[in-house]
């Protein structure tokens, strides 16, 4: 059997690998990449142990939520050591910490994956969140917010 757990017609190999599976190992090559850039510190001559993007022309973002269950200030912290711009889909709670550091949200979240606009019953809850955050968004002086269909 796949890892789908359905048995293929001629019953080797995968079927298609399901959302779980593409969530938990992309998570895992995730931190496979920042242990990578950290791992070639010093070929870089970082005496610190970070990798820098020093010369910045590298416009880079993280994803708060791939670095689970790292606190987003720790995540904020290395980021500004390695000299990425922006942690992204964190909550409004974290964006003064961010503009603290100097770091931008490249992309604000609305709701998560499990509610939206998809299902017609949570429309308008989804039309709520998604104005507010366009206001708060603005206000903190970001410039994208990405909602989900759910």
């Known amino acids: 059997m796949g890892e789908t757990g359905k048995e293929t017609p001629a019953g ?5 690998p399901s ?4 969530l938990k ?3 895992l090559a995730g931190v496979a990449a920042v242990g990578g850039l950290l791992s070639g510190r010093a070929a870089e001559g970082a005496e610190d142990g970070f990798y820098r993007a020093n010369k910045g022309r590298i416009n880079q973002s993280v ?3 791939c670095f689970n269950p790292m606190k987003v200030e720790t995540l904020a ?3 500004v050591k390695m000299g990425i711009k922006s942690v992204e889909l964190v ?4 964006w003064p910490m961010l503009k603290k550091l100097g770091l931008t949200c490249a992309i604000t979240p609305t709701h998560g994956f499990r509610t939206g606009f998809a299902h017609k019953e949570e429309q308008p809850a989804c039309i709520d969140i998604l104005r ?3 206001d708060e968004t603005a206000e ?11």
């Open 91 to 94: 909550s409004p709670k974290s």
């Open 77 to 79: 912290r290395a980021a």
């Open 63 to 65: 994803v708060s939520w």
């Open 25 to 27: 190992n992309g998570a």
């Open 140 to 150: 903190a002086g970001f410039t994208s917010v990405i909602t989900f269909s759910g």
């Open 19 to 22: 959302r779980r599976f593409l």
């Open 132 to 134: 507010k955050r366009i």
């Open 12 to 16: 080797v190999g995968k079927e298609q």
